[in-house]
């Protein structure tokens, strides 16, 4: 199983960046999948999941900047983020929740598989 995030890197205020986390190793259309970030000196934070039927779901606050999406023809999780802030710095990771129930999104105790991350800095 992998889970490969790329896209990270450093942005200005304001700014956008595409995260991409391509899947490899499991049924990936079976899978709900989620973004989460860890800034620096914090915990691991849910941003927002995505189930294969494309229903998404976003932690309060996340939506209208951040927008995930899926591509099961490609095994690929996107999240785009746009007007990006100095506080959104951080770690970016994308994970697959393999239980079908919405409500465990935020409960990073419950995925199955994880990234390695990719670096979001957003700075001047």
């Known amino acids: 199983v992998q889970l490969a995030e790329s896209g990270g890197g450093l942005v200005q205020p304001g700014g956008s960046l595409r995260l991409s986390c391509a899947a490899s190793g499991f049924d990936f259309s079976s899978y709900a999948m989620s973004w989460a970030r860890q800034a620096p000196g914090k915990g691991l934070e849910w941003v927002s999941g995505i189930y294969s039927d494309d229903t998404t779901y976003y932690a309060v606050g996340m939506k209208g900047r951040f927008s995930i999406s899926r591509d099961n023809t490609k095994n690929t999780v996107y999240l785009q983020m746009n007007n990006l802030k100095p506080e959104d710095t951080a770690v970016y990771y994308c994970?697959?929740?393999?239980?079908?129930?919405?409500?465990?999104?935020?409960?990073?105790?419950?995925?199955?598989?994880w990234g390695q991350g990719t670096q979001v800095t957003v700075s001047s």
């Open positions: 994970a697959a929740l393999g239980t079908p129930n919405p409500l465990l999104f935020p409960y990073i105790d419950e995925y199955d598989y």
